[in-house]
């Protein structure tokens, strides 16, 4: 079934083209087409396009099919082009001409939006709801081993001391960060592309208020040749924030590959969380943190690819967008896959807290004994001089008993305001409203 075919058939070779991976991605969409679906009915109705009586049979038919896509027992049938074509094939032999009415007023354009910003906004929240309890994990290792030292490294050079406090603390601030990325692209998705149709409207006298309202979503796409732009736009800035979490885990997973190996042995993990070689006994393998590493490498490729398919097309659809899909819908479950396998890791990694004692690690407190010696009177270039031929001579003695107090140091982590900045941007995602409408238009409440 299609729903703009006509009479005569299509070439089988034609379909298959540009169907492409439509119906296998569609089923991700399902639960949101219905919602989008039970939305528009409802405004149909309010303008008189549907009856009080037609409306309500297809609301409860709409939320019995919702059920067997929650049960997994909704399929795309063999023939059937997408889940828009499903959905009201399904109702329409169930229902009769009524399940032909609910396209009024739209488009496969502006309905397969509405899909994706309804898909894109849940998935988000998941991967916001995956983020705290990782972020939450590192604030607490920051603040168990605070006083842990460990060598800082620059031009992967041993450079000065650093701990553990500041190390775990380091990521969680840098998922603050890419929280903010991830409220942005929230914004940009949670705006109602509904009613714009094919990108230029309809001469029916739709109501997109009243559906932005019913699917709780923030505001109006209100241009409705913006609304189509949006497409690929809205991926693109989506992908983007994700890349920017894959970002700090990939690092992350970097870092912890390195403290893992025997030349550093900062940290280890439990036998049953590693791997081993086929011919080396010796072997533990961080395999999971190097997987991490190369599926993040791989996420922050995707706002590229999804601009390099969308970057020359003029205003208007265009069949390329459809490809966006193949890349973007899987990249959620990747994304929420690695954080929660990186929490689940961390919560079982085992600290060397005896690291900084190695006698090759002894320089980096080079900088902390002539900052002593100018806080003594010294001149800066002075202690410098004296402590860089003391180190020549092989008499300098390294300063074990640091005193950082500075905002953001060793001795100052400043983990509560971490933890509030963190708390600021979670309280402007409009979740609330989303599970409002979504328990009204499924007639839970």
Not at 13 to 40: C, M, N, Q, S
Not at 357 to 386: M, P
């Amino acid at each position: 079934m299609k729903l703009w075919q006509k009479e005569g058939s299509i070439n089988t070779e034609i379909e298959r083209f540009t169907v492409g991976k439509d119906r296998e991605l569609d089923l991700l969409l399902a639960k949101h087409d219905i919602t989008g679906t039970l939305a528009h009915i409802r405004m149909l109705q309010s303008i008189d396009l549907l009856t009080k009586d037609e409306l309500e049979r297809l609301m409860e038919e709409l939320r019995l099919i919702y059920s067997e896509v929650e049960s997994g027992d909704f399929v795309i049938e063999d023939g059937v082009e997408d889940v828009h074509s499903q959905v009201e094939l399904m109702l329409t032999k169930r229902l009769g001409d009524v399940g032909k009415k609910i396209h009024s007023g739209r488009s496969r354009n502006d309905q397969v939006l509405v899909d994706l910003k309804l898909f894109t906004r849940t998935e988000l929240r998941e991967v916001v709801e995956l983020i705290v309890p990782l972020f939450e994990q590192l604030v607490t290792l920051s603040e168990q081993y605070k006083e842990v030292l460990i060598p800082g490294y620059t031009h992967y050079q041993v450079a000065m001391p650093s701990s553990f406090g500041l190390w775990f603390g380091a990521y969680a601030e840098s998922l603050v960060d890419d929280m903010h990325s991830l409220l942005a692209a929230f914004k940009i998705t949670n705006k109602n592309p509904l009613g714009s149709a094919a990108g230029y409207g309809s001469s029916f006298p739709l109501n997109r208020t009243m559906t932005t309202e019913l699917l709780g979503f923030d505001d109006l796409n209100y241009n409705v040749v913006y609304a189509q732009m949006g497409r690929g736009k809205t991926e693109r800035s989506v992908a983007q924030a994700i890349s920017s979490v894959a970002a700090t885990l990939s690092k992350m997973a970097q870092d912890i590959c390195l403290y893992n190996s025997q030349n550093f042995s900062f940290v280890k993990f439990p036998d049953h969380l590693t791997t081993g070689s086929s011919i080396m006994p010796h072997k533990k393998n961080p395999d999971v943190f190097e997987l991490i590493r190369a599926k993040c490498n791989k996420m922050m490729a995707l706002p590229v690819e999804i601009s390099m398919i969308t970057n020359n097309l003029a205003s208007g659809y265009h069949r390329d967008l459809q490809i966006i899909k193949e890349s973007f819908l899987p990249v959620f479950e990747e994304i929420k896959s690695c954080l929660f396998i990186s929490k689940y890791m961390l919560e079982n990694i085992i600290i060397n807290d005896g690291v900084i004692r190695e006698e090759k690690y002894k320089y980096i407190f080079s900088v902390d004994v002539v900052n002593k010696l100018v806080l003594e009177g010294t001149s800066f270039r002075d202690a410098y001089k004296q402590v860089g031929l003391d180190i020549e001579a092989g008499t300098f003695e390294p300063l074990y008993d640091l005193e950082h107090s500075h905002e953001g140091s060793m001795g100052n982590l400043c983990n509560e305001q971490i933890k509030e900045l963190m708390q600021d941007v979670l309280e402007g995602f409009s979740f609330d409203k989303m599970d409002a409408a979504l328990a009204n238009l499924l007639g839970k409440v």
